[in-house]
């Protein structure tokens, strides 16, 4: 018995090993294939907003959130869920977001930007340019009202969001669920 049992412990540790999606699905670089990334050159660890998380029956984007306590400045929004990715838009306070997703450690909130309709906002506020004057300017994709953000309804399947209206990762702390 002893001696079938410590093969099976040595493959415990293993199981957890596995890719969570195909390598054939993968493109250069780690991202995901057909993914779309909203600026000229995303950093290497970009990582999509994902909608659809709950499943058939239910949203895209199954929350609701308020930005707020921001202390009179911004809120960056960000192509990765840390404070060192690149910067893809800025949101000021009381602006309203759809929640799609969350980082791991529940720290950071994968958003879509949008009206409380699903509508893409009129303006957003233009996100501070980095030092360096070579890089692009992080893109604003809310070019007209009226757009539909294409989160209120259910998708079939598990995607990264590839909309005509702003995504990224916020910060946990600053963004207030709201009811509809």
């Known amino acids: 018995m002893k001696a079938l049992a410590l093969p099976l412990l040595a493959l415990i540790p293993l199981s957890g090993c596995a890719d969570p999606e195909p390598t054939q699905k993968r493109a250069p670089g780690g991202e995901l294939a057909q993914e779309r990334v909203r600026s000229e050159e995303p950093s290497p660890t970009a990582r999509p907003v994902k909608i659809g998380e709950g499943g058939t029956r239910f949203a895209a984007c199954q929350g609701r959130g308020r930005v707020g306590n921001l202390r009179g400045g ?107």
């Open 74 to 180: 911004s809120l960056p929004v960000r192509d990765a869920p840390f404070d060192a990715a690149k910067q893809v838009g800025t949101l000021s306070e009381g602006a309203h977001v759809f929640v799609c997703t969350r980082s791991l450690d529940q720290q950071w909130l994968g958003v879509v930007v949008g009206t409380e309709d699903g509508l893409a906002p009129p303006a957003l506020a233009p996100s501070t340019p980095p030092t360096d004057t070579a890089a692009a300017d992080p893109v604003d994709v809310a070019e007209a009202p009226g757009v539909d953000c294409g989160v209120t309804a259910p998708v079939r399947s598990k995607r990264a969001y590839d909309g005509p209206c702003l995504s990224g990762w916020v910060e946990n702390t600053f963004v207030a669920a709201v009811a509809r």
